[in-house]
């Protein structure tokens, strides 16, 4: 009887520990469980931080990349030339450009060798401070290239009667190289013995110019028709 007690209690106190290490066992199960769990969910968090600063800096990059092409096409636009560039009307005589003036003198100048020199004498006479009407004028009257240039032109490219050397053929008139040549010199003529000494009027430029009393209403006439032409 006492044996039997004996084991009774002996099996009771070895089921006790068993059941111990069972929860034992148990406990640790559950606590690496929870620590797989808490594992797994720091993992996650990390991935969604990765995936979130992964969207941030494409969306970054995306945002640099709009704002450069901004910033480009800005600067683009500035410096840019315009598609069209429209000069300013500059007046030189009496309310005309240079190329209207040309043309006006070109109307005045005949069919004979000064025929389209309208741009020559619109220029030399301008850039010196010379009235193109009136040099136009004195340089139809003298050669009479309103119809036919005289033969002082047409041999030595000699407009206006200039006087000096070289010679044209042994004489008192002055021969030039060219018809361009003879032009210019002409007008260099006015603007050096003439305009640049303040005889800058057909009255004041008459008496040097020529003997005839006649010579300024002559020139007037000229003047008159250029104008009008």
């Known amino acids: ?85 429209i000069p300013p009307r500059v007046e030189v005589y009496e309310g005309m450009t240079l190329e209207e003036l040309a043309i006006k003198l070109d109307r005045n100048l005949g069919k004979d060798i000064v025929a389209g ?12 401070g010379v009235d193109p009407y009136v040099a136009t004028a004195i340089l139809l009257h003298e050669t009479g290239c309103k119809s036919k240039c005289s033969s002082l032109a047409r041999r030595c490219n000699n407009f206006g009667g200039q006087k000096g050397s070289p010679s044209c053929n042994g ?13 210019v010199g002409f007008i260099d003529n006015l603007y050096r013995n003439y305009y640049s000494k303040g005889l800058t009027t057909i009255d004041t430029i008459g008496p040097r110019y020529a003997e005839s009393p006649a010579w300024r209403g002559k020139i007037t006439w000229y003047v008159g028709q250029i104008r009008a032409n």
């Open 1 to 85: 009887m006492k044996k039997t007690q004996g084991l009774c209690g002996i099996t009771m106190i070895v089921g006790i520990i068993m059941i111990s290490i069972g929860m034992v066992i148990q406990n640790e199960d559950s606590i690496n469980t929870l620590a797989v769990n808490q594992t797994v969910e720091e993992f996650n968090i990390k991935n969604m931080a990765a995936s979130t600063n992964m969207i941030v800096k494409e969306s970054s990059e995306e945002e640099i990349k709009k704002t450069d092409n901004i910033f480009l096409t800005e600067v683009a636009m500035e410096t840019a030339p315009a598609s069209v560039i």
């Open 171 to 183: 004489g008192s008139y002055k021969a030039y190289n060219s018809i361009d040549e003879g032009l």
């Open 117 to 128: 020199k309208g741009a020559l004498i619109a220029t030399e006479c301008i850039n010196k």
